[in-house]
Each structure stands twice: as C-alpha cells, then as structure tokens.
C-alpha cells in the first residue's frame, strides 16, 4: 500500500492501543486531525476506481446539459438522480472534477466520523475497522454508495431517539444516492426486536441452511420486480462476491459467536450495544441468505457495516474482565490488519493504492476549476 494509506493505519492503530488501554475518551482534535488526514487521501486521490473515467465522464457531460434533462442523463449513465444532481451543482459552481472528487469525501467523511466518535465506544478502534475497508472502498471506489451510507450513519440518533419522520427523510436522500440502500429501512424497526443467544444462532443458522437448500433463488424472483430501479440495482450485485472473501466470512461467524457469548453482559452495562448488534445481525443473515453459495454481494454492506460499533462497544463494555477484553480486542485488531494485507494482494497491485497519485499532478486530465 501507498504511504499515505499505511501512515493513516498506523496513526490509528497507535491511537487504539493507547485509548483501549488506559480505557480513555478519544481525544476530539486527535481525531479530527485523522479524520482530515483521510478526507485528502480519498478527495486528492486521482485514478484509483475502477470506474473513475465513467465518473470524470459522467461529469463532463453534465455540465453540457440543462436541468430539465437531467432525469434522462441519469438513466443514460446509470447513475442515482441524487448523484447526478451533485454533479451538477459542483459543475454550476465553476468547479472542476477535482474539486468534486474532494467535495463529495468531505461530506462523507463529516457524516461518518461524527457518528463513529459519538457512538463508537471506543472510537480509534471503531475508526480502524472503518477504515479497513470500508473507507477504502467507499471513498475511493463506490463513492455513491459511500454517500448513501453515509447519509444513512447521520439517520442513527433518529432511530435511537425513535424520530421516524427526520429518519425517513434521511432514507429518502440516500436513496437518491444509491438504490441498494432500500433494505436499511427495516433498521428502524430492526432495533427492537428482542434477541438472545439462542435466537441470534438459530436465525443465522437458518438463514445458512435456507442458502444452502436453495431458498434463496425463490427471493431472487421476487427481486427482479422490485420497483424504482431496485431490480436493476439487485442484479448488478446479485453475483459480485464479498470485498472480504472467505476471511469475510469467517469473522462473520466469529463476530455472531462472540455476539452469542457476551451478549448478556454486555446488553446490560450498554443499552445501545443491542441497536448496532440487531442491525449487524441483520446484515449476516442476508448475507448469507442472498449469498453466491455463502458468499454475499454488496447489498448487506449497508449492515455489516456496523461491526464497527459492535465490537468497540464490545469490548469497552468487557473493561471489567481484563482477560475478555484484550482477548476480544486482539482477535479483531489482528483481523483488521490481515484484512489489510488482504486488500493490498486483491486491490492495491493492480490499482492506485500501491501507486498513490493525487489529482495536483500537471498530467492529470481534470482540474479543480473548470476550464474554460
């Protein structure tokens, strides 16, 4: 991996290690100081998606095009209306793609952290898992989807303080930014529902034997007639593996063992624990339930997610039993960084994270102005 990236890993590794054990509050400004570290490694970033001259394109072109047709440009490059819209408002502005690029993780980044330092437990930690992957891919590859999630992140004191309307306002916006979001909205009534051990390991089991008999090809009909796009957005991921691979799947399973095995405990030192496990548990079960054989596509990456608020919380609530929370707290730092060791074979050999180059380099094709 590029310098940038492995200097971030470090600076919150070490802030992990030092804030998990001496079982402190994360320093604010610390922590912004990273988080702005991140934002210009993923809004500088110059090359890195797969997709980014469809995304420079799609740019391009918006900004030859009037606002009554941006509803049919939208269906041509087959982006969300959201998406395009902030498109073009950047492009209005006389920005450029570079600005764009910065303007969108800006946004992203701002939403999330506050999230992640507010609920995280303890946030270095919750702030690492983020940023192995997810930061990874959804600030430099699927920035749309990184948007919606982000928007989604913003929507979680709604549902903790029960304000439907302000959290389906939030639903409705991310929707314009990605349509695979369109599950999260059971979150809101996912949260309450009342689990123990023994419920969380036979919904998960089932829900392993439902894709192993087959029970999933009958939910992949009924996908294809979803409305708004759904459909589309279903089948463009129906057969895109997990970012994770098998290690992926593993710690899901780990993480659903260690859920089972503290659950008690933690559930009554730390109310709101319940909330990120329910949403997370949520996201394994369609995981392997629309799962390629036990493999998942992208769509329960809107739950999964919240391993990052599971397991910090996890181990802040253990604070008591020394054993358990350095036990629980190692397993998962060394997961996090094998998944980096990971990512770099998968991704950064054949793309712009092992070779980082930022959009300041006189040959890049875009500016941060728009030409005239």
């Not at 269906?75 to 920005?95: F, I, R």
């Not at 793609?97 to 330092?117: D, N, P, R």
């Not at 008999?213 to 996908?223: K, N």
């Not at 409305?227 to 895109?240: H, L, R, S």
Request: aromatic share 20%.
């Amino acid at each position: 991996m590029s310098f940038i990236y492995n200097l971030i890993l470090v600076l919150i590794l070490g802030s992990t290690i030092y804030q998990v054990r001496n079982d402190t509050e994360a320093n604010r400004r610390w922590f912004n100081l990273i988080v702005i570290l991140m934002i210009g490694a993923a809004g500088f970033a110059y090359g890195i998606s797969p997709d980014w001259v469809a995304y420079w394109n799609a740019f391009e072109g918006i900004a030859q095009i009037g606002w009554d047709e941006m509803g049919d440009f939208a269906e041509m490059v087959d982006m969300e209306m959201g998406y395009v819209v902030l498109n073009k408002l950047v492009s209005t502005a006389g920005l450029g793609y570079a600005s764009f690029t910065l303007i969108i993780a800006i946004i992203a980044l701002w939403l999330k952290s506050g999230i992640i330092y507010k609920y995280g437990g303890y946030a270095f930690m919750s702030l690492l898992m983020y940023f192995i992957p997810t930061y990874l891919f959804e600030e430099h590859v699927h920035v749309r989807q990184g948007l919606a999630n982000a928007i989604m992140f913003f929507s979680i004191p709604f549902i903790i303080e029960r304000k439907f309307w302000k959290f389906f306002l939030c639903f409705v916006l991310a929707f314009l930014f990605h349509k695979a979001v369109v599950a999260f909205l059971l979150a809101y009534w996912i949260v309450k529902i009342k689990f123990n051990s023994v419920t969380i390991l036979l919904i998960v089991g089932l829900a392993l034997i439902a894709n192993l008999i087959g029970l999933s090809t009958a939910i992949d009909g009924i996908m294809q007639f979803m409305p708004f796009g759904v459909a589309e957005t279903y089948n463009d991921y129906a057969n895109e593996l997990s970012d994770g691979g098998e290690l992926g799947d593993i710690v899901k399973i780990l993480t659903v063992l260690a859920i089972v095995m503290f659950n008690k405990t933690v559930s009554e030192k730390d109310p709101l624990f319940i909330y990120f496990r329910n949403i997370y548990l949520f996201g394994v079960v369609i995981y392997f339930f629309f799962g390629n054989g036990i493999f998942a596509a992208r769509l329960p990456g809107f739950f999964t997610v919240y391993i990052i608020f599971v397991v910090p919380r996890m181990v802040k609530a253990l604070v008591d039993n020394k054993l358990y929370k350095n036990v629980v707290y190692i397993a998962f730092t060394t997961y996090t960084l094998l998944l980096y060791i990971n990512f770099y074979y998968n991704w950064g050999d054949r793309s712009g994270f092992g070779d980082y180059t930022s959009s300041f380099n006189d040959w890049v094709p875009y500016t941060f102005f728009e030409k005239k």
